[in-house]
């Protein structure tokens, strides 16, 4: 286990205590050697961005258990890896002592990360899904990592037409009216990002 695995068990250790089992098993979904950038990293990154806005979500320990399994299953090649994660939740969550109310919540709010697109009003889905984008927002170092980390899971996919599927992506990420729905990601990620993302566009499909 990497640097980042053990930081992420910890921080399961601490936020889900006596519940070591679940812990070690996502920790090792999030460590698969094919992830480049949903890894370990990635995902202390959500739960740091969902620490940051305890105040804006209405249950935040669904929101942070929904953060742990947004990722939990991941194959570039699948189209239905949201699905998937939300599946694992319903089906391992109910022997962890989770109330049946809050596994329903963790598995809608992990669908809700396909789209990124919580209705007005949802906290918990504006929390998790601000905190899924918040790495559009990093520094420029940690971007191109984030960057490089995307292009190697689609490693099998060729230069152009990986570069036509991102630009799709990065072009509607900036015909939102905005990134971020929380006040937070509002007033300290929505500029840094898009200036991120403007400028890997540019990168992408220089003219």
Not at 97 to 104: N, P, Q, R
Request: proline share 2%.
């Amino acid at each position: 286990m990497n640097s980042s695995g053990d930081a992420a068990l910890r921080r399961w250790e601490r936020d889900f205590p006596g519940r070591s089992a679940l812990g070690q098993e996502l920790v090792r979904r999030y460590g698969s050697v094919s992830r480049s950038y949903h890894d370990a990293r990635h995902l202390l990154e959500v739960l740091d961005a969902v620490d940051a806005m305890t105040e804006e979500a209405e249950d935040v320990e669904a929101v942070r258990l929904a953060a742990w399994f947004h990722d939990a299953v991941y194959d570039v090649r699948a189209p239905d890896n949201e699905e998937r994660s939300a599946r694992l939740a319903e089906t391992v969550l109910p022997a962890y002592d989770i109330d049946d109310a809050t596994v329903a919540e963790v598995a809608r709010l992990v669908r809700l990360t396909e789209t990124h697109d919580p209705h007005a009003g949802d906290r918990n889905g504006e929390v998790l899904c601000d905190a899924d984008l918040a790495i559009l927002a990093s520094d420029k170092s940690r971007y191109t990592t984030y960057v490089d980390g995307v292009r190697a899971e689609y490693r099998h996919v060729d230069d152009r037409t990986f570069a036509i599927g991102r630009a799709a992506v990065l072009r509607q990420l900036l015909g939102l009216a905005g990134l971020f729905r929380t006040k937070h990601g509002q007033a300290t990620w929505e500029d840094r990002a898009r200036a991120n993302v403007t400028r890997e566009l540019d990168d992408l499909l220089p003219s």
